[in-house]
Structure formats: structure tokens, C-alpha cells
Antibody
Framework: EVQLVESGGGLVRPGGSLRLSCAGSGFTFSTYGIQWVRQGPGKGLAWVSYIIGDGSSTSYVDSVKGRFTISRDNAKNTVYLQMNSLRAEDTAVYYC??????????WGQGTLVTVSS | DVVMTQSPLSLPVTLGLPASISCRSGRSLVHSDGNTYLSWFQQRPGQSPRRLIYNLSNRDSGVPDRFSGSGSVTYFTLKISRVEAEDVGVYYCMQGTHWPYTFGQGTKLEIK
């Protein structure tokens, strides 16, 4: 069974940093891209970042470029999202999802990031 | 980025009756390989999104056959043939044809 488990969320002050993790199991992790999608309080889904299976290519939504960095350690079956210079508008539940054939076929349970003073 | 516009945003439905959600894209979602990479997701209250439909009309494993997807080019529809209580939640369309993936605003389905 495909499983994705996010961790690392929490309360952080504006300007602070957090590192989210997404641990995968039940599939050959290194052969799949991973997406990060966030959902602000009471809002819809919004794509944040993507990393290809071998880690050689990444992409970000404009609003997080220069602040967030996605990476992966395939030996640990884990993708990371390093989030720096956090802003109130980054407050959201962050989901990781397995990218498969131009869609996201499996999602984690999400981790809540709250940016507040 | 491709804008995805859903309607309605709120959908009150009587149990046992059909429901339909529309999704329009700002540009054609026909990929150069001929496929249309339009997916539908269900998000029940307090849960993660769950994919129902991929590649326009293919149901995911375990998805009841009362859910169906259709459409072409820029206009797409998710239909529920007979709404059940467990269908309550928010439904999102998402395009994967053009980078980056983009989502519709979501349609909240509730029982009358």
C-alpha cells in the first residue's frame, strides 16, 4: 500500500524557518516525483513545489521562490521542504503527494504550519 | 498558469438525486501526446484529498461507479449519478497538462 507521511509542521514566528519531511513507503520511492500542495485556512488547494524522482530537477510557485527549497534523500525514502523567511500567508496545511502521469495519485495526511507572532 | 474555474461553488443536493460539477480551463488541456490530463479530487471534512478521476474519465480503484468524468478541450464535468451521504465534501478539478499543475477553487457539496 502506498503511504506518504508528512511531519515537521508547527508554530513559527514571521521570518522563521521550518523543515517539512515527507516519508514514502509501499512503492519504489526514487522513481516518482513528489509534489507539495498547501491549503490555507478555509481555502482551496494550491501547488507549492515539485521534485523529480532522482532529485535532478525542481520547481516552485513564484511566491516561495528564493525562500523554500525542496530536496530528497532516496536512501531514506524522504522528501524535504526547507521553508525560510516564513510569512503569515504561508500558514496552511502542507500535503505531499506522489506525482504519477500528470496527476497526484496519493496524498499524505498533511502537516500544519502556522506563522504567527 | 492555467486558470481553472469551477461552478457552482456550492451545491446542495437531495440524497439519491444526481449532481454535476463543471470545470473550465483557461486553455486547451489536450496534451501533445493526445491525452487530456484532467483529474478530480474529493476532500471530505477533515481529510486529505482523494483522487476520484484521472485522465479525464478514468476512475481510480475503489471509487464507486456512480462517479464519472467527461468533457473535452476546455470544458469538463464530474457527475454523481445518485448522491449518498458519504459524498459530502469539497470537490476539486486539477489540470496536469501544463506546468505547473493548477486547481479549481473547489465545489462544496452538501445534503439538503
Amino acid at each position: 500500500e502506498v503511504q506518504l507521511v508528512e511531519s515537521g509542521g508547527g508554530l513559527v514566528r514571521p521570518g522563521g524557518s521550518l523543515r517539512l519531511s515527507c516519508a514514502g513507503s509501499g512503492f519504489t520511492f526514487s522513481t516518482y516525483g513528489i509534489q507539495w500542495v498547501r491549503q490555507g485556512p478555509g481555502k482551496g488547494l494550491a501547488w507549492v513545489s515539485y521534485i523529480i524522482g532522482d532529485g535532478s530537477s525542481t520547481s516552485y510557485v513564484d511566491s516561495v521562490k528564493g525562500r523554500f527549497t525542496i530536496s530528497r534523500d532516496n536512501a531514506k525514502n524522504t522528501v524535504y521542504l526547507q521553508m525560510n523567511s516564513l510569512r503569515a500567508e504561508d500558514t496552511a496545511v502542507y500535503y505531499c503527494g506522489r506525482d504519477f502521469f500528470y496527476s497526484v495519485d496519493s496524498w499524505g495526511q498533511g502537516t500544519l504550519v502556522t506563522v504567527s507572532s | 498558469d492555467v486558470v481553472m474555474t469551477q461552478s457552482p461553488l456550492s451545491l446542495p443536493v437531495t440524497l439519491g438525486l444526481p449532481a454535476s460539477i463543471s470545470c473550465r480551463s483557461g486553455r486547451s488541456l489536450v496534451h501533445s501526446d493526445g491525452n487530456t490530463y484532467l483529474s478530480w479530487f474529493q476532500q471530505r471534512p477533515g481529510q486529505s484529498p482523494r483522487r476520484l478521476i484521472y485522465n479525464l474519465s478514468n476512475r481510480d480503484s475503489g471509487v464507486p461507479d456512480r462517479f464519472s468524468g467527461s468533457g473535452s478541450v476546455t470544458y469538463f464535468t464530474l457527475k454523481i449519478s445518485r448522491v449518498e451521504a458519504e459524498d459530502v465534501g469539497v470537490y476539486y478539478c486539477m489540470q496536469g497538462t501544463h506546468w505547473p499543475y493548477t486547481f479549481g477553487q473547489g465545489t462544496k457539496l452538501e445534503i439538503k
